[in-house]
């Protein structure tokens, strides 16, 4: 039973507020916009089955190597699949762009004017050891998070002014000029970690401790570096709740290390691994004609995938003096044949990616519209000409060879010139334009090699260099690097995170995701206009300014993408179709007894 504290007196010493939490109403789910898809007695998701089975092995490849336990801090290489210990406030259902039902929270007020959200803890929540979760336990895990975590913490809950305790089992947060739609729904993806766990322990150093949280596993072994396991809690809190009847059925989840892809291949083939996601097309394309997969026990699927592709591509590194010009950076790109590597190396499979929001509304097309015009145009006298003038996508010679002129032009102009040994050349200095590409893939290195020959041609002095992944990770944190292949993954409704992207505050910022370095006050302000986006149109008309000033930017070299998630499996797994329309939910798979033995006397022959 809650204590509840008087309301005046919490009013009495609190801000004002724009409504008072006792005139809102207490709900079950928020959508970002209109009103969630399930209704408050809703049973389950619509892509889980209830009476799937409980039991069985996921076994699992990790590539590279890992030494922490703490997935939340800078230091240290996190194990893979720690999410899995630890809930949440609120959970998204996969099959809405964006909406989040309470998992932990059981009841969630939301002032109208966004000012403030109060959530209620569910008095049944409990830590593995039998210790409820409190209010107390979200405002050590806010806290915490925001000060010692990795900065994508900070820049996601930056707008958020204070948090504090209603009573033992209530927990209010005030929020800056309600200007961020999304940070409400994201105050809801909050892992709660147990204060009195971390009593007495340095939070912010890594740890190979089986950590304590409240969600539906725990670890049960760790061999650093090597394996981790994580078993399902047969007295989990929260199997029962709506949000989690049918899912989390597997009773072991395992992940096992290995420093190279083709030998976590070859382990999938022998049987050792049961489940994994295809990142190479040439492998998805000739590595299953083996005697076991030809029989029938293993199956490939193609997830169709809701949300947009994002950008992955090679990233320039501005706080490289080499990249600062923005000829340079266009003459690179310039220099990238993805053609030719979609039809040699992918077998054709792959889409060139134009947009950060590829494959979604909110990517920039031909000339800005008088509404994006609005946003853009405060800061005409900061941006490129081109971003008014000329339309996306941005046009170049289909012919390599006139690409490669146009390229080398470009580099005469930003002061460059080749010598008679035709190597580049800064006029001024005499120093060679030179560049590294940081891998800890080999897998990549065949794929990096075209691009460093085209280069190559205009003079350009390329080079691969090949870590294993924690001093990878380790020169990433620190930006000591030329170029990296990176990732900016994007959701139907991105929001706060962008600042961790783009924003000048975390250009420097030790491991935040700001890997160009980009520090630009127009930026800034495009990334603001987007997070206050009050509605759907205008979300898309900013996402769609901030993508044409990046796009124009030159900043990155836009590789690929895939519209469908490939998985590869031992046919021993259910599943309910149609899959959810915006994310892939293995949580929501089972272990199929009888199949499973079948296979698993076929993976072991």
Do not use: C
Request: glycine share 6%.
């Amino acid at each position: 039973m809650r204590s509840f504290v008087p309301l005046m007196a919490v009013l009495a010493a609190t801000p004002a507020l724009a409504t008072a939490p006792a005139d809102v109403p207490t709900r079950h789910a928020l959508a970002l916009y209109g009103d969630p898809a399930l209704p408050a007695d809703f049973q389950h998701f619509r892509h889980v089955d209830p009476e799937a089975p409980v039991g069985g092995t996921l076994a699992r490849g990790a590539n590279g190597s890992f030494d922490s336990t703490n997935p939340f801090i800078a230091q240290g290489t996190p194990a893979a699949g720690l999410n899995a210990i630890y809930d949440t406030l609120m959970v998204s259902n996969p099959d809405e762009p964006f909406t989040m039902y309470g998992l932990l929270a059981e009841g969630i007020r939301l002032d109208p004017e966004r000012q403030w959200i109060e959530f209620d803890i569910d008095p049944d929540a409990r830590f593995h050891d039998g210790e409820p979760v409190t209010a107390a336990d979200v405002i050590f895990s806010f806290d915490t998070l925001t000060a010692q975590g990795q900065p994508f913490y900070a820049a996601y809950y930056a707008d958020v002014r204070d948090v504090r305790a209603i009573d033992e089992d209530t927990v209010h947060f005030d929020l800056a000029d309600g200007e961020s739609r999304e940070l409400p729904l994201i105050l809801g993806q909050i892992p709660i970690l147990p204060a009195h766990y971390w009593q007495g322990r340095d939070f912010d150093q890594p740890t190979r401790d089986d950590l304590l949280g409240s969600g539906p596993y725990r670890i049960a072994q760790v061999d650093p570096g090597r394996r981790i396991v994580y078993e399902r809690v047969d007295d989990y809190w929260g199997r029962e709740l709506p949000v989690n009847r049918g899912r989390h059925n597997i009773d072991r989840l395992v992940y096992d290390y290995y420093r190279d892809r083709t030998v976590a291949l070859e382990a999938f083939k022998a049987g050792n691994l049961d489940l994994r996601i295809g990142s190479s097309a040439r492998q998805w394309a000739t590595a299953y004609d083996f005697p076991a997969a030809n029989e029938g026990f293993v199956q490939r699927l193609a997830v169709p995938d809701g949300q947009p592709a994002g950008m992955q591509a090679y990233v320039m590194n501005l706080r490289r003096a080499k990249f600062q010009d923005v000829r340079v950076r266009e003459a690179l790109n310039l220099a990238f044949d993805f053609e030719w590597l979609n039809q040699q190396l992918f077998y054709g499979a792959y889409e060139r990616t134009q947009s950060y929001f590829e494959s979604s509304e909110m990517a920039a097309q031909g000339l800005p519209d008088d509404d994006e015009l609005a946003l853009l145009a405060p800061y005409r006298d900061a941006l490129p000409a081109r971003v008014f003038d000329e339309a996306l996508p941005i046009e170049t010679p289909d012919d390599m060879r006139a690409r490669l002129r146009q390229a080398l032009s470009l580099l005469h102009e930003a002061g460059y010139e080749n010598r008679d040994d035709g190597t580049l050349v800064n006029a001024e200095t005499g120093k060679p334009l030179s560049l590294e590409v940081l891998l800890y893939d080999t897998q990549f290195e065949r794929v990096v090699q075209p691009l460093l020959r085209n280069l190559a041609r205009l003079g350009v002095q390329g080079d691969i260099r090949l870590v294993d992944v924690n001093q990878y990770l380790n020169r990433l944190r620190r930006f000591d690097f030329d170029i990296v292949v990176g990732s900016f993954p994007q959701s139907a409704n991105p929001g706060n995170e962008q600042r961790d992207f783009w924003g000048s505050e975390y250009a420097e910022a030790p491991q935040s995701r700001n890997l160009i370095g980009l520090a630009d006050p127009a930026i800034d302000a495009l990334v603001d206009d987007l997070i206050a986006a009050d509605n759907r149109e205008a979300l898309d008309t900013a996402a769609q300014a901030l993508d044409r000033v990046l796009r124009w930017g030159f900043y990155v070299i836009p590789q690929w993408h895939l519209d469908n998630t490939r998985i590869a499996m031992w046919d021993k797994f259910g599943w309910k179709e149609p899959f959810p329309a915006y994310n892939l939910d293995l949580d929501a798979w089972w272990v199929k007894p009888e199949r499973a033995t079948e296979v698993e006397a076929r993976q072991h022959r």
